[in-house]
């Protein structure tokens, strides 16, 4: 890692007016939620298909990071008792060398995962209000809510519960649908029915990527 100092960082203060997403990781019974969105999805993945994310999203004007996490937990899992727990591991993932090291960090919550990627447009803010910067961080949090259920002011169109063991399923070159997962022991909610055929796509840049192999490895 260049940055010597990220060896032992302070995520509030380094994301502090810069551009960054945030959210939690919240795992229940073996299972980690995950969201169906269908927006972000490329041309080529055709119809009749939902992106796969973490529970999360971007900054709006004047958020720290930890309030961004928090927020959009609430919004995406429709309930405003979202608790953050603070994180005893944490991991830097530099996106542009896809180095991966464990870090110490002295926020009062600390996060699970901070990523960082160069900005491809580092004086355009992704919409007015926003900071600009050389960067762009991603930040996880651990979290946890009481329930969860469909928030009809969101653009989630569901909620699924994957199995850790069946996370491994989504990684491969093969066609998953929904129908697939929930045979696979996945469990769903969701504001409207969604076909069972629908398919289910991870983009190649989804932090779960990362989180999920780390996850287990500590349980290892």
């Known amino acids: 890692m260049k940055d010597e100092q990220l060896h032992t960082l302070n995520v509030e203060n ?3 007016n810069q551009p960054f997403c945030a959210g939690i990781i919240w795992v229940r019974d073996g299972k980690i939620a995950v969201t169906l969105n269908p927006d972000g999805i490329p041309e080529q993945q055709g119809d009749a298909v939902l992106r796969l994310g973490g529970v999360g999203g971007g900054q709006e004007p004047g958020e720290t990071i930890l309030e961004c996490a928090v927020r959009e937990a609430k919004e995406e899992l429709g309930n405003d ?3 953050l727990l603070s994180s005893s591991t944490t991991y830097f993932h530099d996106m542009d060398t896809d180095e991966i090291v464990q870090v110490k960090c002295t ?12 900005s491809k ?3 355009k803010p992704y919409k007015p209000g926003l900071p600009t910067g050389n960067y762009v961080y991603f930040c996880l949090y651990l979290g ?3 329930e969860a259920k469909i928030n009809p002011d969101d653009d989630v169109a569901g909620i699924l519960f994957v199995p850790l063991e069946r996370w491994p399923l989504l990684l491969s070159e093969e066609t998953v649908t929904l129908g697939n997962m929930l045979e696979a022991g996945a469990e769903l909610l969701e504001d409207c029915e969604i076909p069972r055929h629908t398919r289910l796509w991870l983009p190649d840049n989804e932090s779960l990527r990362v989180v999920v192999p780390l996850w287990e490895e500590q349980r290892l």
């Open 144 to 146: 946890e809510t009481d």
């Open 107 to 118: 926020d009062a919550t600390a996060p699970y995962l901070l990523q960082r990627k160069t």
């Open 81 to 83: 008792r979202v608790r």
């Open 121 to 123: 447009h580092p004086d």
């Open 14 to 16: 380094l994301t502090a």
